[in-house]
């Protein structure tokens, strides 16, 4: 916009704009945020306008195809379950053994051991097996300095007592591997039955970052209130008082209770989804087992039906159960917020000792964290199978862990490592056929790797989601299998689970009492 075609003089334009590479505004007088905020705006413009344009093809790539990958997935583990919980179980001894050799290398030892073994009883094979693994870890044994050794040796000691307890504890637990594989097949039968629970996520992110943008424009307009002019002479007066800051933090507090308490009601969500799959559902109850009071309780729509359940007979549940994770969540805040600040403005911070301390007390409370997370997942499933309250439902899962260790760590275990595995793998495959698809495309010629940078991001945050929904289907069939055998001497039971769970004859049918319904 020239001054000479406006037929205005400069003084009466407040605002200059060049047309370069993108729109770059200017405010005559603008502090240092407006002039970042402007400069911004008009670098990202041709980001924006790339994305707006491919943003269909985005679309299909990182989501289509990373919802297709992720039902392969389900297929692939309901038909090669077996070999999909032994090879994660593998994959952590294999791991846990090859840590011990790295940081046993790392430390200095293969050295010692190389030099003190007589090769010449060892036979030819024996002495070039010895001579290659020398060297094939040599480079890791140089890599550390000789005051970190000890590091190294705390670490190879560790993972040896790992690799061993955890080798005499598959020894131990073949049958609840057993029973493991068997929950795995029946969790892609569950999201098979109802393929929204894919989706679900989209619905509770979609919320929290809704809640995060509404709770981070009003924290930048709390400190400009009681000030008078433009929103950019208000930025330049910013002197938040006490009032405001203790104002801000009570909306910070807020938003993270309330992204805790949307995570709470996606996890209750999937185990009454579970329940009806395994309990209600005609078509997936053995006929054998199936009550007939459940007829009136039978939906087409089991996602949306009992949301709209644990919201109207749940929420309360929810609400403490997100509250005591979002305390535990500013704790964390506030005592690495702490430790910071001491380390950057106190000549304590420098010191190893204090630095040492610091980092052991966020690991514990980064552990109890996710302790409490844990517990509260499988809280709020006896939460909705029993309908009992959070604090019983953590009892009982204080009981299941303590009745059913070996059966929880290892499905845990391979929870973790398939996760990962579908997490990464799709994600990735997604990505591949996207730069494949826009390299040859003349028009994204300019993008670089951003399209498929973005493809990657949108897969990756949705393959993520469905994991984590996976993970809560697969312990809400092991409350539920659980339950069954011991109100129900295991009467729903599937006929390829029997054997697993010790139940090799069917239970009779039986008119006995039943569980609260979870569906009108």
């Not at 993108?22 to 603008?30: E, K, L, S, Y």
């Not at 007589?118 to 002495?127: E, K, P």
């Not at 999201?191 to 679900?200: H, R």
């Amino acid at each position: 916009m020239g001054t000479e075609d406006s037929g205005h003089g400069p003084s009466q334009c407040a605002r200059e704009v060049q047309f370069t590479f993108g729109t770059q505004v200017q405010q005559p007088g603008g502090n240092e945020y407006l002039n970042w905020l402007y400069s911004s705006v008009g670098s990202v413009k041709d980001t924006w306008e790339c994305l707006w344009v491919h943003g269909w093809m985005i679309f299909v790539f990182g989501a289509v195809c990373s919802f297709l990958i992720n039902f392969a997935w389900l297929v692939l583990l309901y038909f090669f379950a077996w070999l999909a919980v032994w090879t994660c179980v593998w994959m952590i001894l294999l791991s846990t053994f090859v840590g011990t050799i790295f940081c046993l290398a790392r430390a200095g030892a293969a050295t010692v051991v190389t030099t003190s073994l007589d090769n010449s009883t060892l036979g030819a094979l024996g002495t070039s097996f010895i001579n290659s693994t020398s060297s094939a870890i040599s480079g890791w044994s140089n890599a550390a300095p000789a005051s970190d050794h000890w590091l190294y040796w705390v670490g190879a000691i560790a993972l040896a007592i790992c690799f061993l307890s955890f080798s005499i504890f598959v020894c131990c637990s073949c049958k609840a591997i057993g029973r493991c594989i068997e929950l795995v097949k029946q969790s892609s039968l569950v999201i098979g039955s109802a393929p929204a629970l894919s989706v679900l996520p989209l619905f509770t992110v979609a919320l929290q970052l809704g809640m995060a943008v509404v709770l981070i424009l009003t924290l930048l307009v709390l400190t400009t209130v009681g000030t008078y002019g433009s929103y950019g002479e208000r930025l330049t007066h910013v002197s938040p008082t006490e009032v405001d800051t203790l104002l801000g933090l009570y909306l910070a507090f807020g938003g993270i209770w309330g992204y805790a308490f949307l995570t709470a009601l996606e996890m209750m969500t999937v185990a009454a989804v579970v329940f009806y799959f395994y309990f209600v559902n005609k078509k997936t109850v053995p006929e054998s087992a199936y009550m007939s009071q459940y007829d009136d309780n039978q939906t087409s729509m089991p996602v949306l039906a009992h949301l709209g359940w644990v919201l109207r007979y749940h929420i309360g549940t929810l609400a403490f159960g997100s509250l005591v994770v979002a305390i535990v969540t500013v704790i964390q805040i506030t005592t690495s917020a702490a430790f910071k600040y001491l380390e950057n403005n106190t000549p304590a911070g420098s010191n190893f000792v204090f630095k040492l301390v610091a980092r052991c007390i966020e690991c514990c409370l980064q552990c109890f964290k996710k302790t409490i997370e844990f517990i509260n997942s499988y809280a709020y499933i006896y939460c909705f199978v029993e309908n009992i309250g959070f604090c019983s439902g953590c009892m009982k899962t204080f009981g299941l862990i303590t009745r059913y260790p070996g059966q929880i760590a290892i499905n845990t275990s391979v929870q973790l490592v398939l996760s990962t595995l579908l997490s990464v793998t799709t994600p990735i495959a997604c990505t591949v056929m996207a730069f494949f698809y826009f390299a040859g495309q003349s028009s994204s010629s300019h993008s670089g790797v951003l399209l498929p940078g973005v493809v990657f991001a949108v897969a990756f945050l949705l393959s993520r989601a469905f994991a984590a929904i996976w993970e809560q289907v697969i312990q809400s069939l092991t409350v539920c299998v659980l339950h069954d055998i011991d109100t129900y001497d295991g009467r729903f039971l599937r006929d390829s689970m029997r054997d697993a769970f010790d139940k090799p004859e069917k239970a009779p049918p039986a008119e006995g009492k039943a569980e609260p319904l979870v569906a009108n």
